[in-house]
């Protein structure tokens, strides 16, 4: 079995502020770094270094080579990833606060440049049973959810970043949906949060997708999981947080990597939990994703 991760390859260019810049502002930055990222580069690298075979999908410019250079070291097949010469390769200009919270300028790129020739070459070499992780930061999702379906490969989505064309996609040919809550209100039309009574909320979002398993990750108040058949909730593990950039991602990786690999959903939720609290605990995005031995060895208070 495996994974194909059909996605986003930037170079993130990170400025740590006191503040985020506000409009008509000038503001100084406390550092910069120049990092490898994109939520298909994050997810893939998760998937990776959470034990599974991993193979990412995508396009970059000449300028992008040493994103798939950094792949390779933690065991990621860029076979792929194709080089295009006519665009930038993609980027984000991220601001990191002293919070670690952090805002995100995404600019695509040759990302939104993919074929449906390419992504024909890629399935070729995928079967029923392998499943294929993807995100909001590409072109031709729906052709791909479709040709996934025509195979039996598992379909997972994570419709981040949220934008009007998610509506039109297939999405009742996903498996698994994988989103934050104010995803979740949006694609499931509903208006409030119903108190906090998050399982309401997933409930609302089963009601529109039947044939799907909902994950929900909520922040501080943890993640939910949510089927035709079973329910269950994960809180968080304490962590200082240096940065949440990439948290989601690895969340992502290590939960699809744990279902992948047999284990019970409750398993896999703590274990996607452990990874992404130590992920907030360091500056970085996919720097920050630690490997699985890590992840089982680490006491968490």
Not at 115 to 138: C, K, M, P, S
Not at 152 to 180: H, Q, W
Not at 246 to 258: E, L, M
Not at 272 to 292: D, N, Q, R, W
């Amino acid at each position: 079995m495996k994974i194909l991760c059909f996605g986003s390859l930037n170079i993130d260019y990170i400025y740590e502020v006191n503040t985020f810049v506000k409009a008509e502002e000038t503001i100084s930055s406390k550092s910069f770094s120049k990092k490898c990222g994109g939520k298909g580069l994050n997810q893939a690298a998760a998937l990776a270094k959470a034990g599974s075979q991993t193979f990412l999908a995508g396009s970059v410019a000449a300028s992008g080579k040493f994103l798939t250079d950094y792949c390779k070291k933690f065991n990621v097949d860029t076979g792929f990833v194709v080089e295009n010469p006519e665009v930038e390769t993609g980027h984000a200009i991220i601001q990191v606060d002293t919070h670690g919270q952090n805002c995100i300028l995404l600019y695509s790129g040759a990302n939104r440049t993919i074929t449906t020739e390419h992504i024909d070459r890629v399935f070729n070499n995928f079967t029923a049973g392998d499943y294929v992780l993807l995100q909001n930061e590409i072109n031709n999702i729906a052709y791909i959810m479709k040709k996934a379906k025509e195979k039996n490969i598992k379909i997972v989505f994570n419709p981040s970043p949220l934008d009007e064309t998610v509506y039109e996609y297939p999405l009742d040919l996903v498996d698994i949906f994988i989103m934050n809550r104010v995803e979740g209100m949006a694609l499931s039309g509903c208006k409030e949060e119903y108190g906090g009574d998050y399982k309401r909320l997933a409930q609302a979002i089963a009601k529109k997708f039947p044939h799907s398993r909902i994950v929900l990750t909520l922040g501080k108040a943890g993640a939910l999981y949510l089927d035709d058949k079973t329910s269950c909730f994960q809180g968080i593990y304490d962590a200082p947080v240096v940065d949440s950039t990439g948290a989601g991602d690895t969340f992502t990786g290590y939960f699809i990597s744990q279902l992948a690999g047999g284990q019970s959903i409750q398993k896999a939720m703590e274990i996607a939990s452990k990874a992404a609290a130590l992920a907030v605990s360091k500056k970085g995005a996919t720097e920050s994703i630690p490997y699985m031995e890590e992840v089982l060895s680490h006491q968490f208070k």
